[in-house]
């Protein structure tokens, strides 16, 4: 199955946040907004294990403080819980089209749903294969996470470059990403960004975290890639 053309739409690049309120330091909205002032404006809503109403009011919490700085929610899953009863569907290019962004596991569902913006998380060459019409993934783990320990083995920024060279779409590393020397080693391997989780969840300051990790991209990164019907071949 091949991308269906569509107008300039936006795809996750620079620093991207994953949400854990369990290991965060202080209220999940409170970091999230420390790290948008810090330059982040992608956000991945996990929290996963919150009975959905739950889940769809943190959602319309972090969009509202995302919209202030022009930010995108991602939710994890099939599900954008952006049912429209709030007002809170996020504002995207093609209104008339559908809405929502998610972020799908390597497991499924297949094909993906259709929605505004579909990422997927893969590991290896044969996830790679099976994607179809999402317009990024992520791969990990790039480096050993507290996260998920266990979970691997690490590809570290070598296999990173093997794996982005054989994704059909823009790649965001993704595992214990934590300096800016290994944001560094992921844009080289070829990432257009990193997602990032336990540096920025954990931190005192995730302001200054957020703003660390983000420097690395120059100039300062709106994080915001227009996404195109095609993505480059390999050796292009």
């Known amino acids: 199955m091949t991308r269906p053309a569509a107008p300039p739409l936006l795809r996750p ?3 991207v946040l994953l949400t854990d309120r369990l290991v965060a330091r202080g209220d999940l909205v409170d970091v999230v907004a420390g790290a948008v002032r810090g330059g982040v ?3 991945v809503l ?3 294990d919150l009975p959905r109403a739950e889940r769809a009011a943190l959602a319309v919490d972090l969009r509202a403080v995302l919209a202030q700085a022009g930010g995108t929610l991602i939710v994890a899953g099939p599900d954008p819980l952006d049912d429209g009863s709030d007002g809170s569907d996020p504002p995207g290019p093609d209104p008339g089209g ?14 993906p749903p259709a929605v505004r913006l579909v990422g997927r998380s893969c590991h290896d060459p044969a996830e790679l294969a099976r994607l179809s019409t999402e317009h990024y993934v992520t791969l990990s783990p790039v480096w050993t996470t507290r996260s998920k320990p266990g979970y691997g083995p690490p590809l570290h920024p070598d296999g990173l470059r093997r794996l982005v060279r054989l994704s059909p779409v823009p790649v965001l590393a993704l595992g214990g990403i934590e300096t800016p020397q290994q944001v560094t080693a992921c844009v080289e391997a070829g990432a257009v960004g990193v997602a990032v989780l336990g540096a920025i969840m954990r931190a005192a300051d995730p302001t200054e975290v957020a703003a660390t990790l983000t420097g690395v991209f120059a100039p300062r990164p709106t994080d915001r890639t227009p996404i195109s019907d095609t993505w480059p071949e390999e050796g292009t």
């Open 98 to 111: 559908a809405g929502g962004a998610v972020h799908l596991a390597a497991a499924g569902p297949y094909p």
């Open 13 to 15: 690049a620079g620093v």
């Open 41 to 43: 404006r992608w956000v």
């Open 46 to 48: 996990r929290e996963r």
